[in-house]
Structures are given as structure tokens and as C-alpha cells.
């Protein structure tokens, strides 16, 4: 066990295709809005049309390194909080995407499990394969248990897919192995598949904050946060619902001030995806309220986007939620409709984590936000602001701990 270290893994960027786009709107029952779709889960073929309809055509994605097995065998893999599994690809994995990358052979350490996480010994009679979709494609795997190391001397037992097949798309052009799940447990395959529950005894804290970047180190840190990379204080926030990072909020701000648009809406903050996406119905009335013209003549005077939690607001500026090319602006929210109790449902990806140090706390449960400190810039002083107030900033008052980091790199393809 370690104690008082922070695991800090530093990504690189890329986005793999997890949301399909190619429409404005989409429309997701209950309990159809899971991320990782599996073979026999209720829904897959309603939700999977779902995903196929939204498709991000810039694709921006964050990655790092990880080890499995004894000696170690390197991965580099996204970190997902919108998800609940370990997959990387497997040895005898013969797809294209497979042979393009790492794969995972079984280690002197490892052990073939099944589904239900249990050993074959144990339970023969559990699944041995299954198959996650995603929007445009799928992954389909067996079971190991093996050792996952984050840095050379935290490590931990985990289970996780080893992919037999994987469908070109998706998977072909990414930069990255595969996918690492730091969502909660009703994400995960079956028993020791959540990798956040596994790593407990490994971690001084039960926590993951991750810092992104367009033109400074990126990182996500286990165990804790950096308060070097925070320039305000932490605003903390219950979690509403174990599934993904989602908490409730009280309305929508435009320059601090409440609207009445949602004033009972839930947002996920999704580590995993580049888009910003809200209920229908409401992104619609932003867009009418707001105004964005499309010859971008108004840009300059729009408000502040911001999302009510107690007194305090959290925002997102023109540059965050309208795309600007050279002739045109339109807002960049998707329309994602998803029923109580998970929603109304924002979901909150890269151009909100850009602007916010989140820290996911699973003791709480609770995620936590700071005005995001970049390089070479001061903090964004309207990011975080009272209601009616004017907006203030204070310096980061949080204990500084020991770390120990995993960079994550950054890559883009546009389509």
C-alpha cells in the first residue's frame, strides 16, 4: 500500500468514435443509456441505434500508460469515466485494430476468469466471452485476471476483457490500445471488473482528477489532486446516481443569473467524450434566448454559459459552447434526451474538462471542481462565480501531496 502518494498518469490525446453523430438529436429510454452496451443487456439494439445517430466529427482524445501482468506488458489506454471496463486486446485477437497494437498475452501472474469475475474452477458454468458494442462498431473478449500497474510499485489484482475481435471501426486508427473504465460499478462486466474498486488498497485516497490541456501537460492523477494545477478553490458536489460521474443541478446561468430553462437537470462529466450535449427542449430555448447569429456578428456579447449547483455557478464561455469558424457560429450543445430518474442529463466532455480540474471521489461519492490552472495563463476569473455576484477568485488553499504521474498525450483526426 502507498501512503500519502499521488498517482499522476500524464495522457496523450486522441478521440475514438463513442458517440456516433450525424444528427442533432438523439432520444435514449432509461435504461438504454449505458455506455458500454453489452451482447444480452435489455435495450442494446434501441440504444445502439442511439449511438449510431451521433457521430463527433473531430475527433480529440486523452491518453496514458498503463502495465498488466508479470513482467509487465505496457498499454496505453484512454481513461473513461463514462465507463466500466478494462479492455485491451488479446494475443490470439487476429482483426486488423488488434494487430496494430498491443496485445495482451497471459502473464506468469494472470488467470482466466469468467464473466462473474470468479475463476473456472469455481464457477464453470459462467460465460467465458462477450461482446460490448459501441456506436459504430464492437469488441468482443474473454476474461483474465491479472495484476494492473499504474506505476512500478502500485499495482492491483484486476479483471478485465481481452479482445478476440474488434470491428475496424472504431477501433483501426486509434492511437490508443484500448479502454480503461473509471465509472461505477453498475458499468462493469461482473465482480473485480471495476478498476476504481480494485485499486482502493493501492491508493492513499479513493480519488482520479484529471487536468487536460491544449498546449500544456495534460494528466490524471490517482489517489488525489494537485493543488498546483487549481486556481480557485474545490467546489464540491454529491453525486446523484452511481452509474456515471452525475450529479444534479439547480438551473441554467446565463451571465450568473438563473433562467428557469432546468431547474431539475442532472449533467455527467464524461472524461471519454470531446461533446457537449443537453435535453432538447431546453438547448433549444438556450438557443432562442441566447441568440448565437450565424454570421458570428454577436459573438463578442454573448453571456457567459453557466450551470447552477447551490449558490455558485459554473461556466463555460462563447469560445466553449458556440462553434466559430471564419463565416459562421452555431451552438455546439448536441440534443440528447434522457427520461428521469438519470435525467434530464448534460454531458459534459473535453471543452468543459479543459476549463475544470474535476476530482472524482468515490468516498463520497462526490466530483469536485477548480478553475483549471494552464501553463502561461491565468484562471478563467468568470469560471467559477456566485450568483448575481460579481465573479471573484481566490488562490488554491489545498494540501499539496507527493505524486506520482502518468502523462496523458494528445492527438486529433478530423473527418
Known sequence: MLTGLLLAVALHAWRYDKHAHTGRTAVIADTEFNRDL???????????????????????????????????????????????????????CTSMPCMDHHRYKLSSTGQ????????????????????????TGKVHGSFVRDSLCLSPTSCAKVNFMTAIQETDEPFQDCDFDGIMGLGFQDLSMGQGFNILDELKGVLPKAQVSVFLSDD??????????D???????????PVSHQSYWQIGIDDIAFGDKKTGLCSNCQVAVDTGTSLLAGPSDVIEQMQ????????????????????????KVLNLSPEDYVDKSD??????????????????????????LRKFLTIYDREG????????????????????????EPPKMTGAFLQKEKLISVPLQRSQRHH
Not at 455546439?332 to 466532455?349: A, K, Y
Not at 461519492?365 to 448575481?388: N, Q, T
Open 365 to 388: 461519492p462526490r466530483v469536485g471542481f477548480a478553475v483549471a490552472r494552464h501553463e502561461g495563463r491565468p484562471g478563467d476569473v468568470k469560471a467559477i462565480a456566485g450568483l448575481g
Open 38 to 92: 453489452i451482447e444480452d443487456a435489455s435495450g442494446m439494439d434501441a440504444a445502439l441505434r442511439v449511438l449510431q445517430r451521433m457521430r463527433v466529427e473531430h475527433k480529440t482524445e486523452y491518453w496514458g500508460s498503463i502495465g498488466l501482468g508479470s513482467p509487465t506488458q505496457e498499454f496505453t489506454v484512454i481513461f473513461d469515466t463514462g465507463s466500466g471496463n478494462l479492455i485491451v486486446p488479446g494475443s490470439n
Open 112 to 135: 482466466v476468469v469468467g464473466k462473474k469475475g470468479a475463476s473456472l474452477d469455481i464457477d464453470p458454468d459462467q460465460k467465458l466471452e462477450s461482446t460490448i458494442k459501441f456506436g
Open 288 to 311: 432562442d434566448q441566447i441568440k448565437v447569429e450565424d454570421d458570428c456578428s454577436n459573438f463578442n456579447e454573448l453571456p457567459v454559459l453557466g450551470f447552477v449547483i447551490g449558490d
Open 227 to 237: 493543488p498546483r494545477l487549481a486556481a480557485s478553490e474545490v467546489q464540491w458536489v
Open 216 to 225: 500544456s501537460k495534460s494528466v490524471i492523477n490517482f489517489g488525489g489532486y
Open 327 to 352: 463565416d459562421h457560429c452555431e451552438l455546439s450543445l448536441m440534443q440528447l434526451d434522457v427520461p428521469p430518474p438519470r435525467g434530464p442529463l448534460f454531458v459534459l466532455g473535453d471543452p468543459f
